[in-house]
């Protein structure tokens, strides 16, 4: 995957004022954020694998593809749509509560 982000002037200037190279200072952010989102599908794998009887597959790319078809993990935007859906459920409970 390939992604494109664009800066302000100012924001360029911002991060020139922190970073060496703007470019190689986001490349590391966005990898080693992911390095960290992978560990933890890794671990979560590896329990699912081992509650369930599951093969643990050989590499964590792999890993993380089998929790998300097992639906082990879930996208944030996913987790978000879910939290939503579960709030408004609640506030109409409270309210068909309030108006009974």
Known sequence: MQYQI???AAEDAALSFVAFSQDEWIQ???HERCRIA???IVAITVQKCLE???QIPGSK???VTL???Q???KTAA???AEAEGEAAARAAAEAAAQGA
């Open 78 to 80: 996913q987790r978000q």
């Open 6 to 8: 664009t800066l302000t």
């Open 67 to 69: 929790a998300f078809a």
């Open 61 to 63: 790319d792999e890993m």
């Open 28 to 30: 590391n952010a966005v």
């Open 52 to 54: 369930t009887g599951t």
């Open 38 to 40: 992978i560990e933890e």
């Open 71 to 73: 639906g082990w993990v």
